[in-house]
């Protein structure tokens, strides 16, 4: 056994908290070793010395009064809860964890909650969208060939190629700012993604598009929501006057 | 001089009577508060002495004291009678300490907030009084071990009181202490070193004052 080795056993040698094996181990060393006989003299002076470590001598009339007190507030039974106390309690530490896990758990939930409502929500829209009757006021007499791809954008007014949907499936007559339209291409034709941007410019700069592409790749949702400008007055009477038109 | 005998006899010499004892318990478990008192006379020197070491002030071990006891009437039926009592009351004496010392927060120098006038009475009395120079050599050990003291961690400092002051073996103080027995050898290895570490900082800070 070396110095380091003995220096740290020394303060458990000298409250004989050693096993045998190693005291004795450690007790040949500090007979060598006159360093390490000091530091176990230093040890034990110590030790004697934490034990004068003791209080004052308490009275008799120091402990009757604590006895008292002690039975007074047994005999008061347990505390009421009040306010402050309750509130008091609310600022314990562990109580303060406790209520920020709850919290927490609590957000989460009405996170994955909300999260969950809006995939419903989408998937609500393909369903309506799948049940609606075709309209016979907006559909193409003559649907497009099969191979011929989508455009991307096109303005509102325009319907695209295929047949088209009105959300919902109603026959009324959609609101041309703000409709739903599904465009079923046959399953022959793969839909190739080629923006058409020919006709498309003026509106996109008015509009939002919004585009969701469904399981099934034939058929994608595009949503388009124009923004509300001063231009909607006069569109809306050259509607009126079409309506009119077709009337009579 | 006759409490710090008493209070360093081991557990066991003060549990004797154990079947009175235990009556006592259960007749205080069952709520009758003149058994319970007389558990708190036959165990109130203990606790008042522990927690005074644990928190080195009078006020603080007092309320202690009074918190530990109403803590032990509290939870009395929970005590097992194949059990020490005195390990469990002593159990619950180092939790309140711990509590009251974490809320005071003025642990650390408690030996600092001891008024003059209670210090010289707390190592006037308890000192021998053969003559004055041994006296007067007691009363500054005195003074320098509780300054040690109050350096030490809570747990450190109760594993030493508990293990060579009170003078309970290793594992008890382990049990009552909620720890392995590696880590209570581990804490009173580590109070020891820092006691000494003090003591002989503090000796040879006044060698050196002495020497100018």
Redesign the interface.
Known sequence: MNCNQAQELLPLLAGRDLEEKQATLVAAHVESCEECAHSAEEYREAQHMVRLYAPPPFSEEDYAGMRRSVLREIERGPTAFTVPALIGGLFRPRIRWAIATALMLAVSVFAFYFMANRKNDAKQIVINGGDASPSSEEAPSNPPAADQPLPLSAPPHTPLPGKVFKAGGGTSSPNKHNRLMFARVSPRAPIVAQPDTSDVPAFSEKTTRVEIQTKDPNIRIIWFSPRPTKRDAPNKSSRRNQEARSNA | M???LE??LPVNALTQNQPSLARLIQRAADGD?AA??QI??HS??RV??MT??MLGN?AD??DA??EV??RV?KYLRRYKQDQDFFAWLYQITVNVCRDIAKKRQHHRHHVGSIDAG?ED??FE??APQENAEQSLI?SQ??E???RA?ATLPDKERAS??L???EGLP?DEVARIMNSSATTV?SQ???A??K??LY??RYLRGKGQSSEL
């Open positions: 006759a409490l710090a209070i360093q508060t319970f008192e708190m006379i109130q020197q008042m002495a005074w070491r009078e071990a007092r004291s009074q006891f109403l009437f209670e009475k707390a009395v308890a007691d050990q005195r320098l071990i509780a003291m030493i009181i293990r060579d002051i290793t050898r009173i290895s580590s020891r070193r006691i000494k003591c002989e």
